[in-house]
């Protein structure tokens, strides 16, 4: 039967609390690191007061400026900027066929789609306003969209309503639903009755 010496049971002793320490610490280090991990949000660039130009086959398609601009490269490739934004967005001939600022806005890469946020205002050479809260701009396919108030303002005349759809130059467009009074010219609001004239 073998023999248990007390000194070899101290030093036996010793030696499992220096391990139990170690992979305590270990665990501790562990869940810092994973902690860390999960609040990776940092941008992989920061710009401030940036000034962009985008062109397309050696033409120019849009021109940013940026109060502050931070690309992200986590899970999906987007740039954020804040601190307020101007956009030229431009047509075919390289003239301006739409000027949009906002606070703040995203971008995202893989779906080419941007969206601004926050006293948006969109106007086109022809001086048509759009004001909302929240625009979508889907580039490929020239589309401009929301589904908030929006206030458009086309030779002198207020329409208001919530929701719209518009080619990116905002030359045409459909509110979703529409409100307010509609003043008709007078010839529509004839029926052509003798009780009229």
């Not at 601009?69 to 301006?96: H, K």
Request: net charge negative.
């Amino acid at each position: 039967m073998p023999t248990v010496n007390l000194k070899n049971s101290k030093v036996l002793m010793a030696m499992l609390m220096v391990i139990g320490t170690f992979f305590m610490t270990c665990k501790n280090d562990m869940e810092v690191v994973q902690e860390l991990g999960e609040e990776d949000t940092a941008p992989f660039q920061t710009v401030y007061d940036g000034h962009y130009t985008f062109t397309d086959s050696g033409r120019i398609r849009n021109v940013l400026l940026a109060g502050k601009l931070e690309q992200f490269i986590q899970d999906s490739d987007y740039t954020r900027v804040s601190a307020g934004l101007t956009l030229e967005i431009y047509d075919r001939a390289e003239r301006v066929a739409g000027l949009l600022s906002a606070d703040s806005g995203l971008y995202f890469e893989a779906t080419n789609v941007m969206e601004a946020q926050g006293n948006v205002i969109f106007t086109n050479p022809s001086g048509d306003s759009l004001f909302t809260e929240q625009l979508i701009w889907l580039s490929d396919s020239n589309l401009i969209q929301t589904d908030k108030e929006v206030q458009i303002i086309r030779d002198g005349t207020e329409i208001r309503g919530k929701g719209m759809r518009a080619n990116e130059d905002f030359s045409r467009y459909s509110i979703l639903a529409p409100v307010g009074d509609i003043t008709l010219p007078e010839d529509l609001t004839n029926d052509g009755s003798e009780e009229d004239q």
